[in-house]
């Protein structure tokens, strides 16, 4: 009885994990892969092309409590890091685009935070950054979905040259010299 018993319990385990593999596999054939590109210029559709004039037109809100025209940040290459105080990929990546900005004057770079004025003053506090930081709240998700992360994941970096153009995007946490190799190909292909 207990073979029996044994048996049946090993093979009941065994479906649960076959079912569980299966429906993981079919699920993550839909989501973007971390760290790829999610929405090249060149694949703009038309959703993510007004997205992106949507992206530009919109206002957000400082640490300070100013609000900061999203167009004041045209005419020069632009790095746009959308993340959360909750979210340990993007709190880990934080100090390094803080040292990326500090080392590229000739980019822009602003994070913008899909959480809470206090959340994100509070995480200043312990982690400087040296770039802007606005608060786009909630409202922050339709924003990336906007700019083509249909899965509304973050981190999400997305890189615009100094005509407001979308150049590249990267979902999950960047990689320092995939994200410098991707800054130095816009920088070059604007200048051309």
């Known amino acids: 009885m207990k073979r029996r018993t044994f048996a049946l319990g090993v ?16 699920s993550s054939r839909g989501a973007p892969q971390a760290n790829r590109s999610v929405g090249l210029q060149a694949e703009l ?32 290459p632009l790095v746009v890091n959308f993340w959360a105080t ?27 935070g899909i959480d809470t004025v ?20 909630l409202g922050g998700v339709a924003m990336v979905r906007d700019l083509g992360n249909t899965a509304g994941g973050l981190p999400f970096t997305v890189l615009f040259d100094a005509k407001g153009n979308m150049i590249d995007s990267i979902l999950g946490q960047v ?9 130095a190909a816009f920088i070059v292909k604007s200048k051309t």
């Open 45 to 76: 559709s038309t959703p993510a092309a007004e997205g992106v004039g949507n992206f530009f037109a919109t206002s957000l809100t400082d640490l300070e409590g100013r609000d900061v025209a999203l167009a004041s940040f045209a005419g020069q």
């Open 175 to 183: 990689q320092p010299d995939d994200l410098t190799r991707r800054i």
């Open 118 to 137: 206090a959340n994100i003053r509070q995480f200043v506090d312990k982690i400087p950054v040296s770039y802007p930081l606005l608060v786009a709240g």
């Open 11 to 26: 093979g009941g385990l065994a479906a649960i994990a076959a079912t569980g593999w299966l429906a993981w596999r079919e």
């Open 86 to 112: 909750w979210c340990a990929p993007c709190v880990e990546e934080m100090p390094t685009l803080s040292a990326m900005a500090q080392k590229m004057p000739n980019v822009r770079f602003v994070g913008i």
